[in-house]
DNA sequence: CATGAATGAGGATTCATTCAT
DNA sequence: CATGAATGAATCCTCATTCAT
């Protein structure tokens, strides 16, 4: 998907690779760095491309933290699936998405940070892509979430603020790793908020469902 | 607290004064625009002030934010005690905290965002000081959850991942106010959170307590 | 001779070019004006180059001294084997590098004061840099001196003192310009000079062979 | 003497004694650091007064300048009858104005090369009384010399030309410093220069004298 | 007289973007 | 297609000078 970001080149195969060339450097410097402090030569050097050729596969540097933010997002949308495929029970799958959810951010513990620092820096009809993709990641909770709900594992909770409770509870893994890292595992981090979180929502049946995933 | 960042000026009601003027400017317009887009210029105007006044008290654009950070997690710090202020009994005094803690953010969402989007753009040893001013604040979270468990009233959960799921939960106000604003009132977003928040903490008799708190 | 200056532009025949036109405006200017009322503006109009372009040859104002300063003192070490080609007899060697010297420092008069007085506005270990170049020069003098000397053309001489009495007197005629300028023409200023300077310091054939040259 | 330099104080003995306080200061700061680099602020701070205080006894940067440029001179005028006071022999007053100048020179190597890089800063007219003073200081040498030829002591030299001699081995033990200093004694550098200066200059006569001082 | 807070024009430097090769 | 030299608007920051106290 290019969300019709203007290239002067018009080879599509070829616009793919320079792009995620572009792209992977991009993503590592602005997450270091941050996007105003990094230049575009920076980009070029790391990519190992001169400066006319960004320009050829992109208008603007905003065009570049654009496809960035995108393909951030978007690889955490990919993450979730891949991590449900084969699992049919709903708890199990819930406990599988927030663990797939919190591992991703785990793995770019400073894209997730990148994608909170640099938003607000698109311009507003950009922003509100980035947004829609967020609500299509949350929505892979949520219906886990609702499918907990429908089997009778889950109260029927407030499932907008629990999805956001999970959602938050996954970023933090990242925005506060200052705090966790060091403190206890990933597995730790999951497995203590899922018992956490989970304590109140949880039917009878649910209960020993989740006791029995636990071991 | 000046965290001793050098002044030309020596008179301290000035510096308090001046500093105060700039610092509010510049949360104005960091908070819209963020830090880098924003101009020294656009903050002597806004302050109404000239350039060189600002380079007066402060020696850098850096230390601006520096100031800015640290008046927005102080005013964070300083709400929570002034909505404890004469509550007594542990749960009111815990509702009351997390009431206030994302009525503070309500408040001031831009400058939430903010904190979240340019800590970083301080230098490491600064950014360590604002680290530090975020703990200060959890611990008054924290504080009122033990005093919930002392008192019988919780469970004995897991205290570390609580305190950051309530600040997580009042953060998401202002980090997701796109989401929630217009959805909910604050105080609809406080309810509900709580509701699903405590209903795994609570004890038999805190539950009665909430119960009665809620009307 | 580059001297590790930091240049973002590769091509050695490009940094050659650019920078000797960079080096020719900022002669005129610092000369005229001086080093620090001169502005890149100034030195990039009347290069008829860009701001931008003069910091691509160059990372710093200071650079453009450096650079500047090295020319001047490397177009005085040039000038004086020019004039010795072809010259064998050593007092007619000395009398033509003491013309020579005088003779590049009235021609570059403003630069001659330029070194004067912009030499301590380079960092220590530049200024030493420009010390050895000068000192180079000098050796060119004393070398022509000792000639004469083992020739039997002048008595045992203190070589290093008559050496700086020499330099001296070549660059009194830029620095004290105000003063010759119009009471003298460059020629007779050598040749009044060497007459006072050699009195004491020729033996008897030498005297004989002087005499001969001034006609 | 003031030069018509503005004051807003009126008080004689405050404008001397506040002057003096200032030039002070600008001497030892110009000379370290040179004249654009030193600010008004520096001065104020290292003479111990307030930057309005500055304003009040000058108008202008330039009018410190200019003033320190004048007390540097006036020292080096004022240096040279002082040495002579009492001496009668023409040959000795010859050596001690020259010595004296040298050590002038010596005891203020900073102004002396202040003097050299500055002067240009000034404006036209007051660089033209600065000349002016130095034209002084070398009409005290020039006397010493035909006092020296009147008695018959110095061949009929070039005046004009051997003046200037002395007056650049004088300063050269300021500008050269880097070379001379650790090299040799003010006193070896004086006698080795006497000694080469008036081989050719002295008459038969003069060199018996000047035997005679050396011891 | 003395102070030093306030001003703002001016200068060095950076960097997104273009375009000729 | 790819390159990277060239451009110049825009930004941070300094500092001489003023003026109210």
């Given at each position: 998907?290019?969300?019709k970001?203007?290239?002067?080149?018009?080879?599509?195969e070829?616009?793919?690779?320079?792009?995620?060339?572009?792209?992977?450097?991009?993503?590592?410097?602005?997450?270091k760095?941050?996007?105003?402090?990094?230049?575009?030569?920076?980009i070029?050097?790391?990519?190992?491309?001169?400066?006319?050729?960004?320009?050829?596969?992109?208008?603007?540097?905003e065009d570049?933290?654009?496809?960035?933010l995108?393909?951030?997002?978007?690889?955490?949308?990919?993450?979730?699936?891949?991590?449900l495929?084969?699992?049919?029970?709903p708890l199990?799958?819930f406990?599988?998405?927030?663990?797939?959810?919190?591992t991703v951010?785990?793995?770019?513990?400073?894209?997730?940070?990148?994608?909170?620092?640099?938003t607000?820096?698109?311009?507003?009809?950009?922003?509100?892509?980035?947004?829609?993709?967020e609500?299509?990641t949350?929505?892979?909770?949520?219906?886990c979430?609702?499918?907990?709900?429908?089997a009778g594992?889950?109260e029927?909770?407030d499932?907008?603020?629990?999805?956001?409770?999970?959602?938050m509870?996954s970023?933090?893994?990242?925005?506060?790793?200052?705090?966790?890292?060091?403190?206890?595992?990933?597995?730790?981090?999951?497995?203590?908020?899922?018992?956490?979180?989970?304590?109140p929502?949880?039917?009878?049946?649910?209960?020993?469902?989740?006791?029995?995933?636990?071991?």
């Amino acid at each position: 998907m290019n969300f019709k970001i203007k290239s002067r080149v018009e080879v599509p195969e070829l616009i793919e690779r320079r792009r995620s060339q572009i792209i992977k450097a991009a993503i590592e410097l602005f997450g270091k760095r941050g996007y105003h402090v990094t230049t575009i030569r920076d980009i070029a050097k790391r990519a190992d491309v001169s400066i006319g050729l960004i320009y050829q596969y992109v208008s603007d540097k905003e065009d570049v933290l654009f496809l960035v933010l995108i393909e951030v997002l978007e690889s955490y949308k990919r993450g979730i699936p891949a991590a449900l495929k084969g699992i049919e029970e709903p708890l199990d799958r819930f406990c599988a998405a927030v663990r797939a959810y919190c591992t991703v951010n785990d793995e770019k513990v400073e894209a997730t940070v990148l994608a909170y620092r640099e938003t607000k820096s698109l311009r507003k009809e950009r922003r509100n892509i980035i947004k829609q993709k967020e609500i299509e990641t949350n929505r892979l909770i949520a219906a886990c979430i609702q499918d907990c709900i429908r089997a009778g594992l889950f109260e029927k909770v407030d499932v907008e603020l629990f999805t956001y409770q999970i959602v938050m509870f996954s970023h933090a893994w990242a925005l506060k790793a200052w705090h966790f890292r060091g403190r206890m595992s990933l597995d730790q981090y999951v497995w203590r908020g899922l018992t956490l979180m989970l304590g109140p929502v949880l039917t009878a049946r649910g209960a020993r469902v989740f006791k029995a995933l636990k071991s």
